[in-house]
């Protein structure tokens, strides 16, 4: 099995940053591609952000690029998301996920228990 937990969320102004971060653990050579989900109330789960093993792919959702920017270390078995610029409607719970395939699909094998981010205006 795979364990994830995510740090770094909280509050932040609008047009402030918050870099999240996702420590894998226990089986971590099964990991293929990692990222990032995010929920706001009322809302169904959403993706973000995913990055293949190597770092060499990564792929955003629409309304982030240009803000936002994952990275890996795969020494450390973590992945980051860098989110800049954050505005109001980036406020979500984000979750880190991992899958055993190159692309995380809409459901990945592994999920973090969340951490909340909230964009003041």
């Known amino acids: 099995q795979v364990q994830l937990v995510e740090s770094g969320g909280g509050l932040v102004q609008a047009g402030g940053s918050l870099r999240l971060s996702c420590a894998a653990s226990g089986r971590t050579f099964s990991i293929n591609a990692m990222g990032w989900f995010r929920q706001a109330p009322g809302q169904e789960r959403e993706f973000v952000a995913e990055?293949?093993?190597?770092?060499?792919?990564?792929f955003f959702e629409d309304s982030v690029k240009g803000r936002f920017t994952i990275s890996r270390d795969i020494d450390k078995n973590t992945v980051y998301l860098q989110m800049n610029s954050l505005k109001p409607e980036d406020t979500a719970v984000y979750y880190c996920?991992?899958?055993?395939?190159?692309?995380?699909?809409?459901?990945?094998?592994?999920w973090g228990q969340g951490t909340q981010v909230t964009v003041s205006s």
């Open positions: 990055i293949s093993r190597s770092g060499g792919r990564t």
């Open positions: 996920a991992a899958d055993r395939s190159p692309r995380l699909g809409g459901s990945p094998d592994y």
